[in-house]
T-cell receptor
Framework: GNSVTQMEGPVTLSEEAFLTINCTYT??????LFWYVQYPGEGLQLLLK?????DKGSNKGFEATYRKETTSFHLEKGSVQVSDSAVYFC?????????????FGKGTHLIIQP | GAGVSQSPRYKVAKRGQDVALRCDPI?????LFWYQQALGQGPEFLTY????????KSGLPSDRFFAERPEGSVSTLKIQRTQQEDSAVYLC?????????????FGDGTRLSIL
């Protein structure tokens, strides 16, 4: 079946540091890949997505590249801010075109200190 | 409304009681999903509707869980004879069309506590 593994948290960084949150997946076919973010007290929001191999999703300074050869979709940001403190979820949806439930990782809690 | 709306925001029930959780998707969205999120975990898929048709209920943990979307808009997730292990946040999401690569828009969830 499908599964997503992401690095355990919490991850604590200083403001302006470089961020990487690792995500690897197991899936049949060619899934679409997503990063969702959950800010304190808020619901899940889509951060970025990629639907095929070598696609790069980007938003708010965050980037992730769909790497089929390593089955990875690592999230990166060059300079984090305190406002980036949140829980980040990597997720996939199966390939094949039809709608389906998302498969999520367990989430990575990111804490940015001033 | 502008986003997915869920009610109530919090629900406390005694073990053995029945509960009903409501989801108002984004207007016009065809697809609707329910997820269960245990504390410290990622959301887990429960069930999926395309309009009023329940196309996938493979994630429902037992026959005590029942979901409906009779007119293809509002959906209700019902849990009968609640147990303590049902305590979780229940998330609803909707997407505009049945394509798998379309983003799902989430509500803020209902936090269910079973005493």
């Amino acid at each position: 079946g499908n599964s997503v593994t992401q690095m355990e948290g919490p991850v604590t960084l200083s403001e302006e540091a470089f961020l990487t949150i690792n995500c690897t997946y197991t899936a049949t076919g060619y899934p679409s890949l997503f990063w969702y973010v959950q800010y304190p007290g808020e619901g899940l929001q889509l951060l970025l997505k990629a639907t095929k191999a070598d696609d790069k999703g980007s938003n708010k300074g965050f980037e992730a590249t769909y790497r089929k050869e390593t089955t990875s979709f690592h999230l990166e940001k060059g300079s984090v801010q305190v406002s980036d403190s949140a829980v980040y979820f990597c997720a996939l949806i199966r390939g094949g075109g039809g709608a389906d439930g998302l498969t999520f990782g367990k989430g990575t809690h990111l804490i940015i200190q001033p | 409304g502008a986003g997915v709306s869920q009610s109530p925001r919090y629900k406390v029930a005694k073990r053995g009681q029945d509960v009903a959780l409501r989801c108002d998707p984004i207007s016009g969205h065809v697809s609707l999903f329910w997820y269960q999120q245990a504390l410290g975990q990622g959301p887990e898929f429960l069930t999926y509707f395309q309009n009023e048709a329940q196309l996938d209920k493979s994630g429902l943990p037992s026959d005590r869980f029942f979901a409906e979307r009779p007119e293809g808009s509002v959906s209700t997730l019902k849990i009968q004879r609640t147990q303590q292990e049902d305590s979780a946040v229940y998330l609803c999401a909707s997407s505009a069309n049945p394509l798998g690569n379309q983003p799902q828009h989430f509500g803020d969830g209902t936090r269910l506590s079973i005493l």
